[in-house]
């Protein structure tokens, strides 16, 4: 039986730059996967971290990694042909069976594009299985964008917004925070309708409540403290409906109008400052036998 904490070595096929901070590595790959899934990548002394799987195919399997620590500054010195270090997949992924012959509308801040990448790109391809697809996008500034030819290509017959909270001079298209555009969704007949909404811990608690008194079903994409990723630990535990889940395990997606927010936000800052002491400190044993 495969040991599932051990990391497997992975050829990179290629790597992309989508911004200055965030890179897609497309990673040689096979095996079942769905939307939504994440895997657990590592670099051996130095730690591991989960990671959305954003695409795949039968061979690979695409995962859009941001610069923000120690773990992810030793992946991104990795070039096309190294080894990138996996376990998983991970999570439950999204059930394509929940959206079939609804309008349904996705809503993504900044990286939460990544989780739900996948799963508009099939109902894209094969609007024939909904009724409606709507895509709402958030970044912080035009050059914070991702996936921008996706999008270009779903915006083709499609109703997708992107906004910036930001604009530049030359940006054509809406400014504003993604939480001021929720407007836009049409919150009629909430019964034929399905939200998404993948983003930071506060967009999706703001969203949720402005669904909520309407009834519409808001499906959310957690991000909790994650460390072995198999409901071992107990980091990603948070509060559903009253139940306490593994987001690992559980999740990652859950009903948004019956998660403790609050109690998930307040967990995140409790390793705030070892994350930031760990990415300032210089080891001065490195190399010591
Ligand atoms: Fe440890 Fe989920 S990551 S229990």
């Not at 610069?67 to 992810?72: A, F, N, Q």
């Not at 929940?98 to 509308?105: I, L, M, P, Q």
Request: proline share 4%; net charge negative.
């Amino acid at each position: 039986m495969n040991n599932p904490y051990l990391p497997e070595a992975y050829e990179i096929l290629e790597i992309r730059k989508e911004t200055a901070i965030d890179y897609t590595f497309k990673v040689a790959y096979e095996g079942p996967l769905v939307g939504g899934q994440f895997m657990e990548i590592s670099v051996p002394g130095v730690g591991e971290a989960p990671i959305s799987i954003c695409n795949f195919d039968d061979h690979s399997l695409e995962m859009t990694i941001r610069k923000v620590g120690r773990l992810t500054d030793q992946v991104f010195e990795l070039n096309a042909g190294d080894t990138l270090y996996m376990r998983g997949p991970y999570g439950n992924g999204f059930d394509l069976e929940v959206f079939r012959g609804k309008d349904v509308a996705f809503i993504a801040g900044g990286t939460g594009l990544a989780p739900v990448r996948k799963t508009i790109d099939y109902f894209a391809r094969n609007k024939d299985e909904i009724q409606l697809l709507e895509v709402l996008i958030g970044f912080k500034s035009p050059s914070d964008q991702l996936f921008v030819e996706d999008i270009n290509r779903w915006s083709k017959d499609n109703a997708v917004t992107v906004t910036v909270d930001k604009g530049e001079d030359d940006w054509q298209g809406e400014t504003g925070l993604i939480t001021t555009h929720i407007e836009q969704l049409d919150l009629s007949n909430v019964s034929e309708k399905i939200a998404v909404v993948v983003g930071p811990p506060i967009m999706m608690k703001v969203i949720c409540d402005l669904t909520r008194p309407y009834g519409l079903k808001t499906i959310v994409n957690l991000n909790p403290l994650m460390l072995d990723g198999t409901g071992m630990c107990g980091g990603c535990r948070v509060s559903v409906g009253g139940q306490t889940l593994f987001a690992c395990v559980d999740g990652p997606s859950f009903d948004g109008h019956l998660v403790d927010f609050r109690e998930m936000m307040m967990r995140l800052q409790t390793y705030r400052h070892e994350e930031t002491t760990s990415y300032e400190h210089a080891c001065r044993l490195t190399g010591v036998q």
